[in-house]
């Protein structure tokens, strides 16, 4: 039994198009139209760097890009028109980072409000979805205690949907994903968290590089396969078994988003001269600097991003399949990187969508 070739809407985040600090915001949403992608994954630093970019010099810059000002508002009015001129959507906002789990009250109110801040700009920007990623602290300061962790979402929950009622737009949805080096770092560890905060605008990200990246990948694999497991079968055998409860579990309406992105295969000299140190996370630097658009083989690329797929969608998930690709290309001072980018995305995103429908289904009682 195999599954038919999806139409899911197709979608990038704005800094797998190039680095702000090299192309402006406005040049890669020209891109991305032109590539014919319909949604944006809004990042932070992107919109940070336009907000500068277009503050009234006139006007005291503000403290942070979330603070409301009616200079500040009207800029990000300016960027969703922008975008729907270009018949774009924008998806969603992130990353917000170390936000559930602060042990110190007001440590924990002032994490919490940080993400309302947002709410405002999401109106603005047209869209109904910030999404944060899992705790990666491991001070003292910080549980990722089961009960705490869903608290802390259930009452970010609660304050999306006070401000949606306040306002009487569309409700504002809380994203949750568990960053492979994160204290919850794995789907299944998300979503219990999810489910623990029983709120119908509380949901789960999926993130095919992070989920990958704990259940299928080891770059500092000493036989240089790449993989937690050397046995490719036994490799494949638990992947699909996790992805067999992926589809049991999460119900289509709880995904709120899923982003993809491949990886290099790192030779085990060159992951060695990795320079990692004190706090940093070992798989940080490969997320950062290697990951792939789907598909591209030809440059290194490996991880098994279909199946992730290919279960995200036997859900019944009808968001946006969505690029999220971290690469030092991206920081290359070419004019021509966010079209480069752009249609290298779009072909790998459609690669991936016509993979998945080979994909054995998940639910097959034969497999």
């Not at 032109?34 to 970019?53: K, N, Q, V």
């Not at 409301?68 to 969603?92: D, F, H, M, N, W």
């Not at 500092?220 to 494949?236: E, I, N, P, T």
Request: hydrophobic share 45%; with cysteine.
């Amino acid at each position: 039994m195999t599954q038919t070739t999806p139409s899911n809407p197709l979608g990038i985040a704005t800094l797998s198009l190039g680095n702000a600090a090299h192309h402006t915001l406005e040049t890669r949403l020209h891109a991305a139209a032109a590539a014919g992608y319909t949604h944006i994954d809004l990042f932070d630093d992107d919109w940070a760097a336009y907000l500068t970019a277009h503050h009234s010099p006139a006007l005291a810059p503000p403290p942070t890009p979330w603070t409301s000002t009616p200079e500040t508002l009207r800029i990000a009015t300016q960027l969703g028109a922008l975008a729907a001129s270009l018949s774009l959507k924008v998806a969603c906002t992130q990353p917000c980072r170390q936000i559930e789990g602060i042990l110190d009250p007001a440590a924990r109110r002032a994490a919490l409000d940080s993400v309302a801040a947002r709410f405002p700009f999401m109106r603005a920007f047209g869209t109904d979805l910030v999404f944060m990623c899992a705790n990666i602290r491991t001070d003292s300061g910080v549980t990722a205690d089961l009960a705490t962790v869903a608290q802390d979402l259930a009452e970010l929950g609660d304050m999306a949907r006070a401000f949606s009622e306040a306002d009487g737009g569309p409700m504002l949805r809380i994203g949750y994903e568990g960053l492979s080096w994160a204290r919850r770092n794995t789907w299944a560890s998300s979503w219990e968290a999810v489910q623990a905060a029983n709120r119908a605008n509380v949901g789960l990200i999926v993130d095919a590089f992070n989920v990958l990246a704990v259940e299928w990948a080891d770059p500092y694999a000493q036989d240089g396969s790449g993989r937690v497991y050397g046995d490719l079968k036994v490799a494949r055998e638990v992947l699909r078994e996790s992805m067999r409860d992926l589809v049991r579990c999460v119900p289509a309406e709880k995904i709120f988003f899923f982003q993809v992105g491949d990886a290099v295969r790192v030779g085990v000299e060159e992951v060695r001269a990795w320079d990692v140190k004190g706090d940093t996370p070992r798989l940080l630097p490969w997320s950062r600097g290697y990951r792939l658009f789907p598909g591209e083989k030809d440059r290194g690329a490996y991880l098994p991003v279909e199946v992730v797929a290919a279960a995200v969608l036997e859900t019944g998930y009808a968001g946006p399949v969505s690029l999220e690709v971290f690469n030092h290309s991206l920081s290359e001072k070419d004019a021509s990187v966010p079209t480069v980018h752009a249609e290298r995305g779009i072909k790998g995103l459609r690669w991936l969508l016509e993979e998945v429908a080979s994909v054995p289904a998940f639910g097959d009682a034969t497999r």
